[in-house]
């Protein structure tokens, strides 16, 4: 049996495509009714009122590519 680091080496040697088939089929591979998931009452409650202050100003957030690379300038 191969352990988990090797499994991880190997699996960075896969290419891009081959890593997003896998992810799609781990991603299927997870019941949508897994109690494990569940969102407690208090992440449901502040999920319900981030929506809501979205829904208020729609033009409060910046695009995703934005988003996206000042997280990447933080991760430098």
Do not use: C, F, H, Y
């Amino acid at each position: 049996m191969m352990t988990s680091n090797a499994l991880r080496r190997e699996l960075l040697k896969l290419s891009t495509a081959e890593k997003l088939e896998l992810v799609e089929e781990l991603w299927n591979s997870i019941p949508e009714e897994d109690d494990t998931l569940a969102m407690t009452t208090e992440q449901r409650e502040d999920l319900d009122r981030r929506l809501a202050e979205a829904d208020a100003d729609p033009d409060g957030g910046v695009p995703w590519e934005v988003a996206r690379e000042r997280i990447r300038q933080r991760q430098r």
